[in-house]
């Protein structure tokens, strides 16, 4: 069962998360947690300090957390993103999509389901932060930037 994913090179951070009020402030300070109804932007200024963000997803069809880490990804943030709470086997491959690159499930995942999800598709529809070229793009390239 997997309990904790990464696609992340190294070890995962080990820091006790803060909120974003929290976080916002103090100085040394160096993990928070977003909370859904929480702006992601007031992290902006400080995306250089941080070296995890932790998504809260309280339930399976709470969708704002890929709101949070496409916004924090499109503004630079390379540190480690981490959807946490009630994160399922199926969302994953749209969460990666979205930016994220480690998991926390509340609930451990079968280690089979996760591999399947991970690899059942080939091509992609949009276009986002994983840089992974759309099917339409692989199929118009002048279009690209048009």
Same mark, same amino acid.
């Given at each position: 069962? +997997?309990? %904790?994913?990464?696609?992340? $090179? &190294?070890?995962?951070?080990?820091?006790?998360?803060?909120?974003? #009020? *929290?976080?916002?402030?103090?100085?040394?300070?160096?993990?928070?947690?977003?909370?859904?109804?929480?702006?992601?932007?007031?992290?902006?200024?400080?995306?250089?300090?941080?070296?995890?963000?932790? +998504?809260? %997803?309280?339930?399976?069809? $709470? &969708?704002?957390?890929?709101?949070?880490?496409?916004?924090?990804? #499109? *503004?630079?943030?390379?540190?480690?993103?981490?959807?946490?709470?009630?994160?399922?086997?199926?969302?994953?491959?749209?969460?990666?999509?979205?930016?994220?690159?480690?998991?926390?499930?509340?609930?451990?995942?079968?280690?089979?389901?996760?591999?399947?999800?991970?690899?059942?598709?080939?091509?992609?529809?949009?276009?986002?932060?994983?840089?992974?070229?759309?099917?339409?793009?692989?199929?118009?390239?002048?279009?690209?930037?048009?």
């Amino acid at each position: 069962m +997997v309990e %904790f994913l990464s696609f992340r $090179d &190294g070890e995962a951070a080990q820091e006790p998360a803060v909120t974003v #009020e *929290s976080f916002t402030g103090q100085s040394n300070a160096t993990a928070v947690r977003i909370e859904p109804g929480e702006d992601a932007r007031e992290l902006l200024p400080h995306l250089d300090r941080l070296s995890l963000v932790e +998504v809260n %997803f309280p339930a399976y069809g $709470d &969708g704002r957390g890929y709101s949070a880490a496409r916004i924090l990804r #499109e *503004s630079g943030y390379q540190g480690e993103l981490r959807a946490v709470g009630d994160v399922l086997v199926d969302q994953i491959n749209a969460m990666r999509r979205c930016g994220f690159d480690s998991f926390h499930p509340a609930k451990a995942l079968d280690d089979a389901a996760v591999e399947r999800a991970l690899t059942r598709y080939a091509d992609v529809y949009q276009k986002t932060i994983d840089g992974r070229q759309p099917v339409w793009a692989k199929r118009h390239p002048e279009k690209i930037d048009g």
